[in-house]
């Protein structure tokens, strides 16, 4: 009887074991797929908005290998330098893709409305993010992330309408805030707004405030002044991460 369970037991995790292999086989979840399929997704994402990507990797390889094989003249056995060259190669033609996805990621989705939380989701842990906390019907979004240097409201859209609505929102944050520092940034290419592309960093220089055991208080009493709202998703069909390389693309 107990040898029969046993059997039974091993049936289901066996069956388990597959469905859960074919639904990550099937799932469009970058979170789901392996280095190799995270690798080839990137590749092909990115090339659709980088026509240079294909000659910077195999540039970036050759000269690596290049330089190793040139060592390998010198310095024996060649043959171990040679290999050398072939796997920092490799790593090369990696690195140079995950910098190009960062570029192609917000060409992807620049001037779409949301396309600021791709920006933010460049931050570190450290860095609460909130997404959408105001949007009105013409798409002009606030969005919001609590961090070391303090609260930042950010808002996206129609430069006169959004002022107007990052200053309803800063005041509404006064009434929590307890002397934390509230920095609010528009994103757009025209003079006093932040580029898309510069908004993680903008905000990662912003002097540090206030300590990480500070940043959970505040979240706290944020999410009474938040209430019920609704989150506003980013622009669908995020592009992937890749394990290995630098996390310059966001999944889902």
Known sequence: MASERAKQLAAQQKAAAKAEKLRKKNSDNPKDWGQGRQFIEAFKITKQYDNALVWLMLGGF??????????GLFVSPWWMWLIFGVLFGALAAMYILSWRAKGAMFKRYEGQAGS????????????????????DR???????????????????GQPG?????????????????????????????????????????????????IKPSQVTEI???????????????????????????????RGH
């Open 62 to 71: 050759i000269l690596t290998v290049a330089v190793f094989v040139v060592i």
């Open 138 to 156: 013409h798409q002009n979004i606030v969005h919001r992330v609590v961090g070391p240097g303090g609260i930042v409201l950010i808002g996206e």
């Open 161 to 209: 309408r959004v002022r107007e609505m990052l200053a309803t929102q800063e005041k509404r944050h006064a009434a929590i805030k307890y002397n934390v520092i509230v920095t609010t940034l528009v994103v757009g290419d025209a003079a006093n707004q932040v580029p898309l592309t510069k908004l993680d960093k903008t905000i990662k220089k912003l002097p540090k405030t």
């Open 116 to 135: 600021a939380e791709v920006g933010l989701n460049l931050l570190p842990k450290s860095w609460i993010k909130n997404p959408a906390i105001a949007v």
């Open 219 to 249: 979240v706290s009493r944020l999410k009474a002044l938040d209430g019920g709202r609704p989150a506003m998703p980013i622009p669908k069909g995020p592009m992937p991460t890749m394990k290995g390389a630098r996390s310059a693309l």
